[in-house]
């Protein structure tokens, strides 16, 4: 029979006890990427994201399927604003360049979503052409050097006429992934853009409407 120290058996009881991280405890998630595998959250993304797809990584999928996609890999700390809303972020397993977003409200109801990704053009034998993974920048030995278009896209299922308060949050994070990553990639593209987008997802609807456009960097 193993007998445990005092100490080491109250820590294991404790560990077994600590609330597990799901949107409604949301306080116990230590990361996106904690949340991306809580029991419920795939669930509760299909419900806000709806029909909505998007073509940010290249292939045309589901909205919620790129998003879990994009928040699965090295993670951020969560930051809690000042309405209470907490802001998780992380980044593509292998392609951290790309990222992802999830604002969720203290009752554990997903507020807004984002992805952040770069698509690179350049045009080459008179014919534009254009990919969204960066081994295919670093491969290339084409000329003149691509230049990267980064996008934020940012996903609501309310219009607010006042900037939300994780808009400038997410924004900030966007930039500075921006900047880091074509700092890492400068010596193989030309140059490099940001655009933010807000859309709006309207139930029953399978086309989400563009609100907004921003030159962010």
Known sequence: ???????????????????????????????????????????????????????????REPLANALLDLIIGPPDDPVRLGNGDLLLTGCQVHQCYRGGAVVVSPAGSIVAVAMLAPRWSVMREGKPTAFTDADGLLLSDG??????HWTLDIYVRRASPDAPAWNGRIAAWAK?????????????????????????????????????????G
């Open 143 to 148: 000329r003149p050097k691509p230049a990267a």
């Open 1 to 59: 029979m193993i007998v445990l120290p005092a100490l080491a058996f109250a820590a294991i009881l404790g560990a077994q006890n600590a609330p597990r991280c799901s949107l409604r405890r949301i306080d116990a998630c230590e990361s996106a990427n904690d949340l991306s595998s809580a029991a419920g959250f795939a669930q509760a993304l299909r419900g806000f994201t709806g029909g909505a797809a998007t073509d940010l990584l290249g292939e």
């Open 176 to 216: 500075q992934q921006f900047a880091d990553s074509n700092l890492a990639y400068a010596a193989y593209q030309s140059g490099a853009e940001l655009t933010g987008r807000v859309w709006l997802i309207s139930p029953g609807s399978r086309k989400p409407k563009l609100l907004r456009t921003a030159h962010l």
